[in-house]
C-alpha cells in the first residue's frame, strides 16, 4: 500500500496520553505511515492513564498498536530511543512533519537548546535545521517563565506551540470530544482532512 504521507510522532512524558494515542489513531485512519517514538515516561504515563499495557519490547509494541489501531502492514514503525540510523535521525531522509504530543517541559527545554540527547530530541533537531514542520503540544499547568521562554525560543526557530488546551463551544459532553477538539487542531495544521470536530462557522 502507498501511504499518502509520512508523520514522525512523538510522546513524551507529561499527562495527556490520549491526545497522542487518538492523534495516533487518526493519522493511520488518514492512511499516513507513522513512525512512532515513545519516551521511557511515556510508557508509564500510557500504563497509568490508559487502558493500554504496552509489552516491554519495541517489536511487541509495534504489533499490538498496529491492531489496536487496524494499521496497514508497515504503516506504523516504532523505533527505539538510541536508533541513530532510523530514517528521522537524518535530514536526508526524515519526514517532513513531526508532532510531539504530549510534550513535557523537559523536552521542550532539550530541544530549545539542541540537546540531541535521545531520537526524539535528534529528531526535533533534525527538523528544525531543515526548516520542516515541527508541532509541539505541550500539557503543563501553570507555565513557569522557563517553559514561557523556552517557548518562545522553539516559536522564533519555526515549530508551532499547540497547547493542549481544548475549547468549548461546541459544548462537549464526554472526555473524548476535548481530547478530540485537541487532535483535530493537530490535523488541520498538518493538512489532513478530518472529521472530529467542526471548524468554527462551520455546522
Known amino acids: 500500500m502507498d501511504f499518502d504521507r509520512t508523520i514522525t510522532l512523538a510522546m513524551t512524558g507529561a499527562s495527556g496520553a490520549q491526545y497522542g494515542l487518538r492523534l495516533l489513531q487518526s493519522l493511520l485512519a488518514a492512511e499516513c505511515r507513522v513512525y512512532l517514538l515513545l519516551s521511557g515516561a511515556a510508557e508509564v504515563v500510557i500504563r497509568t492513564e490508559t487502558n493500554l499495557e504496552l509489552p516491554d519490547t519495541l517489536e511487541e509494541q509495534q504489533l499490538m498498536l498496529s491492531q ?10 516504532i ?16 519526514p517532513h512533519s513531526m ?21 526524539i530530541e535528534r529528531a526535533a533537531d533534525v527538523a528544525l535545521k531543515e526548516r520542516r514542520q515541527l ?61 472530529l470536530m467542526p471548524r468554527w462557522g462551520e455546522d
Open 135 to 195: 508541532i509541539l503540544v505541550p500539557r503543563e499547568t501553570p507555565y513557569s517563565e522557563i517553559h514561557l521562554e523556552n517557548m518562545l525560543k522553539l516559536t522564533r526557530m519555526g515549530a508551532l506551540i499547540l497547547p493542549a488546551s481544548p475549547g468549548f463551544y461546541m459544548q462537549p459532553d464526554r472526555v473524548e470530544q476535548l481530547v478530540d477538539f485537541v487532535v483535530a487542531r493537530v490535523l488541520d495544521q498538518l493538512g489532513i482532512e478530518q472529521d
Open 99 to 119: 508532532v510531539i504530543c504530549p510534550a513535557s517541559g523537559g523536552t521542550l527545554s532539550s530541544i530549545a537548546h539542541g540537546a540531541s540527547n535521545n531520537l
Open 79 to 94: 523505533f527505539g530511543r538510541e536508533d541513530w540510523f532510523s530514517p528521522v535521525a537524518s535530514g536526508s531522509s526524515s
Open 68 to 77: 489496536t489501531f487496524s494499521a496497514e502492514d508497515d504503516q506504523l514503525q
